[in-house]
């Protein structure tokens, strides 16, 4: 699991800057084991214990559920976490970014199960694809649809003799179940200008613990994982791993827009697609363009 190194993620550092939450991290990892148990090997009371408890399971690190008298029994449930540092392109003199709210998607084709929300209500109807095209969509924090594509629109004010060094597409994503599913994988693919940039799999529709910004009223689907897609003259990188060798003169960057598409994969893993916007999910943003460039040719 990948963690941003931002000011949204400072509840997941500040929960490892204790030697008590430390130790029970070491103990969950060699077995499962109850509120009193970890109380007792850590040397602390059961309600001290609790409190240390609800701060690993706030950020994803651990989890925990009831088992009849055994009390809150407790298990990792995440053991691998790769930090992701903030891109600097040395090769960019410049750079303007765009942050998209997920109703402003100017194409769209889906399938049910599908439907936007906004902070309040479900828009229109669950289900039907023409609520992707009702006037509130514009206000939408949500969007989720099993089948299909959506495509947003950025101005590209890049002109010559300005070249492109860097595009850089950030979003909270999962996959679509009806309910949510954590094991239920999707293969999600990213396009630029019509040209595909990469594929990611998504693990799984998460709901087994409430997103820190989703809206009590939601039961549903409750967070995602934030995907950071970076293009450059190297090649396309998924969360700093360089996954394919296309670069930047294959996206047909001389164009006045630049068109990025999420879509559900055809032949793939077909689990779907949720679109996280700030008002829900775990990170306070809609879907984030950054693009970088150079003042002069070369």
Same mark, same amino acid.
């Given at each position: 699991? #990948?963690?941003?190194?931002?000011?949204? *993620?400072?509840?997941?550092?500040?929960?490892?800057?204790?030697?008590?939450?430390?130790?029970?991290?070491?103990? +969950?990892?060699?077995?499962?084991?109850? &509120?009193?148990?970890?109380? @007792?090997?850590?040397?602390?009371?059961?309600?001290?214990?609790?409190?240390?408890? *609800?701060?690993?399971?706030?950020?994803?690190?651990?989890?925990?559920?009831?088992?009849?008298?055994?009390?809150?029994?407790?298990?990792?449930?995440?053991?691998?976490?790769?930090?992701?540092?903030? $891109?600097? =392109?040395?090769?960019?003199? $410049?750079? %303007?970014?765009?942050?998209? /709210?997920?109703? #402003? $998607?100017?194409?769209?084709?889906?399938?049910?199960?599908?439907?936007?929300?906004?902070?309040?209500?479900?828009? %229109?109807? $669950?289900?039907? /694809?023409?609520?992707?095209?009702?006037?509130?969509?514009?206000?939408?924090?949500?969007?989720?649809?099993?089948?299909?594509?959506?495509?947003?629109? &950025? =101005?590209?004010?890049?002109?010559?003799?300005?070249?492109?060094?860097?595009?850089?597409?950030?979003?909270?994503? =999962?996959?679509? !179940? /009806? #309910?949510?599913?954590?094991?239920?994988?999707?293969?999600?693919?990213? !396009?630029?200008?019509?040209?595909?940039?990469?594929?990611?799999?998504? /693990?799984?529709?998460?709901?087994?613990? #409430?997103?820190?910004?989703?809206?009590?009223?939601?039961?549903? *689907?409750?967070?995602?994982?934030?995907?950071?897609?970076?293009?450059?003259?190297?090649?396309? %990188?998924?969360?700093? @791993? +360089?996954?394919?060798?296309?670069?930047?003169?294959?996206?047909? +960057?001389?164009? @006045? &827009?630049?068109?990025?598409?999420?879509?559900?994969? @055809?032949?793939?893993?077909?689990?779907?697609?949720?679109?996280?916007?700030?008002?829900?999910?775990?990170?306070?943003?809609?879907?984030?363009?950054?693009?970088? !460039? *150079?003042?002069?040719?070369?």
């Amino acid at each position: 699991m #990948h963690i941003q190194v931002t000011e949204e *993620n400072l509840p997941f550092f500040e929960a490892l800057a204790s030697p008590v939450r430390i130790k029970i991290i070491h103990l +969950l990892s060699q077995r499962d084991a109850n &509120v009193k148990e970890l109380a @007792e090997a850590v040397g602390v009371s059961s309600a001290i214990m609790t409190s240390h408890i *609800n701060k690993l399971e706030a950020v994803g690190i651990i989890k925990s559920q009831r088992c009849g008298h055994k009390g809150k029994i407790c298990s990792m449930l995440n053991s691998n976490f790769t930090l992701q540092f903030p $891109y600097y =392109s040395k090769d960019s003199q $410049y750079s %303007y970014e765009a942050e998209i /709210p997920v109703g #402003h $998607y100017t194409a769209a084709e889906v399938c049910a199960t599908c439907g936007i929300a906004d902070e309040e209500k479900v828009i %229109y109807a $669950y289900d039907d /694809p023409r609520s992707l095209f009702d006037s509130k969509r514009f206000g939408a924090q949500l969007l989720w649809f099993a089948r299909g594509y959506v495509e947003y629109t &950025v =101005s590209n004010y890049v002109t010559a003799p300005q070249t492109i060094v860097s595009i850089e597409i950030k979003a909270e994503l =999962s996959s679509e !179940y /009806p #309910h949510y599913r954590d094991d239920w994988p999707s293969d999600i693919e990213l !396009y630029l200008n019509g040209v595909h940039v990469c594929t990611w799999t998504s /693990p799984g529709d998460f709901g087994d613990k #409430h997103g820190k910004l989703t809206p009590s009223w939601w039961t549903s *689907n409750q967070y995602g994982l934030l995907k950071t897609f970076l293009i450059n003259d190297r090649g396309v %990188y998924l969360d700093g @791993e +360089l996954v394919s060798d296309k670069t930047l003169k294959e996206f047909h +960057l001389n164009q @006045e &827009v630049l068109r990025i598409r999420f879509a559900v994969s @055809e032949t793939g893993l077909t689990g779907g697609l949720t679109i996280y916007g700030k008002k829900f999910g775990n990170y306070a943003q809609d879907i984030k363009v950054c693009v970088g !460039y *150079n003042a002069l040719e070369g």
